[in-house]
């Protein structure tokens, strides 16, 4: 039998952090090489429209007054990352089942649970959406990435019928419980940030303190390769806790671990539960 790494029962918010980082660390092979090249991808696209638009490294801040390409640059990035926190979140919602049940599988078994068609469409409208939101003045962001997370877990784990009913199931379990799973996603997200954040620039103050001369074109190619790395690890556990996220709320609303018992003592292992029937 696998390891406990989703407890079958409500959690707290630091246990539901720290059920994000087990279930990544059961998986963090598929889930880092999956992220790696979208997020290499990711800085290929923000680094040329960073360089069009004259900002420079560390902090890539525009001249005072002049914030109209910068805002642009930043909602893209948000976007971007919203679209591959959701594909990997296919993933992690199809390990989510196995980790929950404690049933061993393997890696690659994992994938033809993940819906490939649905999943992509449902990324590239989570990224338009979340890219929308932080141009409209980053509040329309708050709002809407607390809503948009669980859609893709929803889909390889609830088996949702699609892309719109994704969506729908996941702001319906958002909302639930006082809109407890959404401020979980933000807190999730503000978290992970101050960790990427650390990694990925202040490690220039750092070095600028030890009295080491970082110049600009070395600036230029080493913080996007820590941004890089650092969102190659944060990108997977976001994900991870999506789909913990979509657990805990099924079990702390809707009983899920008691349809298990259920079905387990109907002669069943479980997995039939885990079917969304709403």
């Given at each position: 039998m696998a390891p406990e790494v989703l407890p079958m029962r409500p959690m707290t918010a630091g246990e539901l952090l720290d059920a994000g980082a087990a279930l990544l660390r059961q998986r963090a092979f598929p889930l880092v090489a999956l992220a790696a090249p979208f997020v290499a991808a990711e800085q290929v696209i923000l680094g040329r429209m960073r360089?069009?638009?004259?900002?420079?490294?560390?902090?890539?801040?525009p001249d005072f007054g002049d914030f109209g390409g910068w805002w642009l640059i930043t909602a893209v990035g948000f976007g971007i990352e919203a679209a591959i926190i959701a594909l990997l979140g296919a993933y992690a919602g199809a390990a989510a089942g196995p980790a929950l049940l404690r049933r061993p599988v393997r890696h690659r078994d994992l994938w033809a649970r993940t819906r490939?068609?649905?999943?992509l469409v449902v990324a590239v409208v989570a990224g338009l959406i979340a890219a929308a939101g932080a141009y409209a003045g980053f509040v329309p962001w708050l709002i809407l990435y607390g809503l948009i997370g669980m859609a893709t877990p929803a889909l390889t784990l609830d088996r949702v019928p699609g892309p719109l009913s994704a969506f729908g199931r996941s702001a319906?379990?958002?909302?639930?419980?006082?809109?407890r799973p959404a401020l979980l996603r933000l807190l999730g997200y503000f978290t992970w940030f101050m960790v990427r954040f650390a990694l990925g620039t202040a490690w220039v103050t750092?070095?600028?303190?030890?009295?080491?001369?970082?110049?600009?074109t070395v600036l230029a190619w080493v913080v996007p390769l820590a941004w890089g790395l650092a969102n190659t690890v944060a990108y997977p556990a976001l994900a991870c806790l999506d789909a913990v996220l979509l657990v805990e709320a099924r079990i702390r609303t809707e009983g899920l671990d008691i349809e298990i018992a259920r079905d387990r003592a109907r002669g069943g292992d479980g997995s039939a539960a885990l079917v969304d029937a709403a």
């Open positions: 360089e069009n638009a004259g900002l420079d490294a560390p902090t890539f801040m490939p068609l649905p999943v319906r379990l958002a909302v639930r419980d006082g809109v750092v070095a600028s303190q030890a009295g080491w001369t970082v110049g600009n």
